[in-house]
């Protein structure tokens, strides 16, 4: 992909429909917590294989990501971006006919595969697309992700009330596929790109700063991925409905929409993030210490805590990746191997939350595990000064 600088009204278009595909990223896993116990009821699930739902298409993504720039660039981007909107409708209407554990999982990889590749090509595009806004526009990008996931959070119980099948909360969503698929069609011309020479590719299994990233992106992504499959059944399990839980988690999701839209925007304002990133992992830890001490007291509050810390650490996860490179493709490359590992760290959270729930009886020492990762990232942000970001990427 070569820069382009875009002009006015087509950057517009282009921008809405990424933030149109970025809404169909997470609600195939959004809309399982507050439906899992109407799910339990129906199909044999311990807490321990339930976790697959989310953790196995977060393991697909990441392992997807390793080849989703070289599958980009052979397809194009439009036709990348229609094949995985494809594959994750496809496998979100599937969810109409399952009648096992094993189809519902399968249908979760399918939808994680699908947005993997979309997950690869997107901080790529928006760097080459929008050189002089890049924190602005991933920030709108990742807050549409959060939104998809709140919209599924918080709408999916309200399907299961209103028509009695959660398999009908679950499948509902390829309805937003649809949508963007024939959205992205309509702006095949401002998708179409030259055909770019091959890009230098950098030794990243190598690299130190390259894993840093990674490891600091997964362990953060860890809570994102933990708190979407478990806070709902957590709070379910403290005598909440479902409908009430799903709002919570909903309530949550929208609060990493205002931090995913505002943060990125407020750190625009110098290239040194650490002070933001310092303040968001704070925010988190106060959410999960107010969720394992007091969940029914301020019951709001922690969600909001969490949502609001969440929902700005994955997007300037990402941004602090993009500043260590200038070029568009080296940027790209090195955004979809911190994915690539970062999702497969943050792939095992919710099975190993899973697994404490079945034998200890409570996920509040899965809350205190996640506590402690947040301390351990607020030491690694000492290591993303920006005045020796060069050093590492020669």
Avoid at 44 to 64: E, H
Avoid at 165 to 192: D, E
């Amino acid at each position: 992909m070569e820069t382009v600088r875009t002009t006015a009204r087509p950057a517009v278009w282009l921008m809405l429909a990424i933030m149109l595909v970025a809404l169909n990223l997470r609600p195939s896993m959004a809309a399982v917590g507050p439906l899992l116990s109407a799910i339990r009821g129906d199909i044999a699930l311990s807490f321990g294989v339930a976790s697959l739902l989310t953790m196995l298409p977060v393991m697909a993504m990441g392992l997807a990501m390793f080849v989703g720039l070289g599958i980009a660039r052979r397809l194009g981007e439009q036709r990348t971006l229609l094949l995985s909107l494809l594959i994750i409708g496809l496998a979100t209407l599937s969810r109409l006919l399952v009648d096992s554990a094993a189809e519902l999982i399968a249908s979760a990889v399918l939808a994680g595969l699908g947005i993997a590749l979309i997950q690869a090509l997107m901080p790529a595009l928006i760097k080459s697309r929008f050189p002089n806004s890049v924190a602005l526009c991933m920030g709108l990008y990742v807050t549409s992700i959060m939104g998809g996931a709140a919209i599924a959070a918080s709408f999916a119980p309200l399907v299961l009330a209103h028509t009695g099948q959660w398999r009908s909360g679950l499948a509902i969503w390829a309805a937003l596929a649809l949508l963007a698929l024939l959205f992205v069609w309509s702006q095949r011309h401002n998708l179409a790109s030259p055909t770019a020479k091959a890009p230098r590719q950098d030794a990243l299994f190598s690299n130190a700063r390259a894993w840093l990233l990674a490891i600091f992106f997964g362990l953060g992504t860890a809570s994102y991925t933990c708190v979407l499959a478990w806070l709902a059944p957590y709070y379910v399990e403290n005598g909440w409905s479902e409908q009430n839980a799903g709002l919570l988690l909903g309530f949550l999701t929208a609060m990493e929409v205002i931090s995913g839209l505002v943060v990125p925007a407020i750190a625009n304002r110098s290239r040194d993030r650490r002070w933001v990133l310092a303040a968001l992992l704070g925010l988190i830890i106060g959410g999960f210490c107010g969720l394992i001490l007091s969940p029914q007291s301020l019951s709001l509050l922690w969600p909001c805590l969490l949502g609001l810390g969440i929902g700005g650490l994955f997007p300037m996860s990402l941004i602090v990746s993009l500043d260590h490179l200038d070029d568009p493709q080296r940027a790209g490359g090195l955004t979809a191997f911190v994915q690539g590992i970062g999702y497969l760290i943050a792939g095992l959270s919710p099975l190993l939350a899973g697994l404490i729930r079945d034998r200890l009886g409570s996920f509040e020492w899965a809350w205190w595990s996640l506590t402690l990762v947040m301390v351990v990232m607020l030491l690694m942000t000492l290591r993303f000064d920006p005045r020796y970001y060069r050093r590492h990427f020669r």
